[in-house]
Nanobody
Framework: VQLVESGGGSVQPGGSLRLSCAAS????????MRWYRQPPGKQRELVAS???????AYADAVKGRFTISRDNDKKMVYLEMSSLKPEDTAVYYC????????WGQGTQVTVSS
């Protein structure tokens, strides 16, 4: 399982970013995918998930601001983030539900004025 995240960066509060995750080594179309984040000095936390059928779920802290999506043909999962807040600052990781111990390098998101 290989996961490669990209798209992070530094933005001002209220800004937007789109994260991408390329997955390989799995039958992507059969796997629930998830986005996690790890804020500085804190534990990793689940942000959003998307099932094979496209059903989505979100942490309360990001509901209404973040959108997870997937492209099975490209084996990609995305996280569209808007109305970003300083507390969204974290390293963001994608993850495969079936292989919970496999992680990529993550992508840093910094929200600051």
């Amino acid at each position: 399982v290989q996961l490669v995240e990209s798209g992070g960066g530094s933005v001002q509060p209220g800004g937007s970013l789109r994260l991408s995750c390329a997955a390989s080594g799995i039958i992507f179309s059969l796997r629930t995918m998830r986005w996690y984040r790890q804020p500085p000095g804190k534990q990793r936390e689940l942000v959003a998930s998307i099932t094979v059928g496209g059903s989505t779920a979100y942490a309360d802290a990001v509901k209404g601001r973040f959108t997870i999506s997937r492209d099975n043909d490209k084996k990609m999962v995305y996280l569209e983030m808007s109305s970003l807040k300083p507390e969204d600052t974290a390293v963001y990781y994608c993850n495969v539900l079936r292989y919970p111990n496999n992680w990529g390098q993550g992508t840093q998101v910094t929200v600051s004025s």
